[in-house]
């Protein structure tokens, strides 16, 4: 059972795993109560609403003139790890992108690949209704493929490439959504990101304590603004240090912890160029857009850590159509777990990464796995044949 200090709330419970039924609102309102000092984040500008903002053109500068520019970087980037690990969990960088022609180029490609995801009819998103939002899955491949120059650019960005080594170190991967929230949109339902955050509370109470606390660690979101966002056009809202609540990840839609979320949340203005990057356990949400006019344009930035991959290169579709009429003729023999656990050793079960495009999160936050696929076919006992001819139709999607 969940303990009731703000201490414990970090800590794995006995019995190794969380329930969304222990979730208490008091262990919330402890860790929130945390004020965020100006000691804790010396290079910033200034704290607003509890968040530290740093000033691009000073970071710059400061580095340039550092005795020891390699030295300075890794202190900052020290800094911003602990706003992001047990600090607030966001920081603003303003004028991230110091030259707006830079961003304002990139905002006619994007503008350009909206209009074709339109034509093409792609609606696909995770917390709004289709059609609602603008939404270009795999930004930074379709950018780079079709304005190269551009994309130099715009990722030629080396105070960007300092706030994201800062969580992950060298080696990362950056991937890229446009989202255009056009007014009258919707805010969203207060919640938490990919890893863990896909899930539902079902799901994410399989997962033990311990990945609950690792899931922030292998990715960091963000967001450049494209256009400037005042209040009115819904810019996110955060909750500041919700990221140190450990059962996080099971609250997502509780009437109770969104009215909370409701009540406490932060929520920040931004201008064209700006960056607002937070660990992906923090609790958000993207505001209503209450403006008449502004298409509130970000480009959603989700950017991971080199060590979370296989070390061996494994073809799953072939093990997988290889296994399957085996387990079809196996099956009434064998254990109903043990049936799942040689699936579990064949074939691919998480859904990502994926095409998003042509395999969109269509009645939940994420697609149907390579094991779903697989244990459904199993369970209506479909002829190896055609279980083979879905897997690879399956395996199509997920192409770039």
Known sequence: MLHTTARSVNTAPAGGYLQATQCQIGDLDRLLRTVT???????????????????????????????????????????????WQSG??????????????????????????????????????????????DRVWNALEKLCLRAPDVFATYYGNALLATVCEAWLGPAYQITSQINCVNPGGQAQVAHRDYHLGFFNAAGAERFPAHVHQLSPFLTL?????????????????????????LPGYLVAGLPAFQEYFDSHHVQLPLSKGDGIFFNPALMHAAGTNRSRHIRRMANLLQVSSAFGRCMETVDRVRMAQQLYPSLTKLQTAMDTADVAAAIAACAEGYAFPTNLDRDPPIGGLAPQSQQDLMRKALAQGIPATDFQTALQAHAQTRLS
């Open 37 to 83: 000092q100006a000691e804790d984040c010396p290079q910033a500008a200034r704290i607003l609403q509890g968040v530290p903002i740093y000033d691009g053109d000073t970071l710059r500068a400061a580095q340039a003139s550092a005795v020891d520019p390699a030295a300075w970087r890794n202190r900052l980037m020290s800094e911003w790890a602990s706003i």
């Open 221 to 245: 979101q963000g967001a450049v603004a494209h256009v400037d966002m005042p209040l009115e056009s819904g810019p996110t809202l955060y909750l500041p240090h919700s990221q140190k609540y």
């Open 88 to 133: 607030p969990g966001v920081l603003v960088v303003q004028g991230l992108y110091p030259d707006e022609a830079v961003v304002d180029a990139t905002t006619r490609a994007f503008q350009a690949l909206i209009e074709e995801s339109r034509r093409a009819g792609h609606s696909g998103d995770h917390f709004a209704k289709p059609g609602a939002n």
